[in-house]
């Protein structure tokens, strides 16, 4: 569904009802209610909805809530750092939002999914009120998910290379080490996804290159390994680019 909000006194001032606002939708949406302050289905979370209206086409629910000035000032609005501020709420709602009202008012014209729409004078401010001033996604590994792409095929090119230098170097001896190397590097790319892949792989390559380095007698052609090591951890930060600019 989807959310929208109307500001109580200008809905008072329209003498907007419910058989007005069907008249101006059309046949293509039903009017389930609509007050400018809830009159029908208020029982229980419902009392903070005035409105609601849905597509009878693809059954799509838009709610509708009420914004207005603070009814009862909530007692750490009157602490001294907020004298000057006037507080707006969204009525009856069961989670107390109130927001300084220079947040939401004068509302802007902006683009959100691809359509323009009047907004709140400042989208983030007026979020944070009501969920926290962490608004974007968590770090990890939700973020890392978002905005870093998949692996590509130079980074799985050059593990391919590198587990065959590590096959090649150990020079028949015991290729145990070399085998659990490459067993832990192919079960990162194959069982991880997005951003999750490049991160294991730049803590494993790390860890190869120190392994190799306390045990050189492990591969022979160290240094080889080194270097294909060390431009999988260049290509690895490269992908994570997008998600550290969000930081």
């Known amino acids: 569904d989807g959310d929208l909000g109307i500001l109580l006194e200008e809905c008072l001032r329209s003498g907007v009802t419910k058989a007005k606002l069907q008249s101006i939708l059309g046949s293509n949406f039903e009017v389930l209610k609509f007050a400018c302050s809830c009159e029908e289905d208020c029982e229980g979370d419902n009392q903070r909805m005035v409105g609601r209206v849905t597509d009878t086409r693809t059954g799509v629910c838009i709610d509708i809530f009420a914004y207005g000035a603070v009814q009862t000032p909530r007692s750490w609005q009157k602490d001294p750092r907020y004298q000057e501020v006037t507080w707006w709420e969204r009525r009856n709602d069961h989670a107390d939002f109130t927001f300084p009202r220079e947040a939401l008012l004068p509302l802007r014209n902006d683009t959100f999914a691809g359509r323009s729409m009047m907004v709140p004078a400042n989208p983030r401010d007026f979020l944070s009120w009501e969920y926290g001033q962490c608004l974007g996604a968590h770090v990890w590994p939700w973020r890392i998910l978002l905005y870093t ?25 015991n290729i145990l080490p070399a085998f ?19 991160c294991c792989v730049l803590v494993l390559s790390f860890w190869e290159m120190l392994i190799l380095t306390v045990r050189s007698d492990w591969c022979i052609l160290r240094r080889l390994h080194a270097a294909l090591a060390v431009l999988a951890m260049g290509i690895c930060l490269q992908l994570l680019r997008g998600s550290l600019e969000q930081l």
């Open 180 to 198: 659990i190397l490459i067993l832990c590097m192919a079960g990162t790319v194959a069982m991880l996804q997005g951003g999750v892949v490049p």
């Open 149 to 173: 792409p998949h692996a590509t095929e130079s980074l799985l090119l050059i593990l391919a290379l590198r587990g065959a230098i590590l096959l090649l170097g150990s020079s028949g001896m």
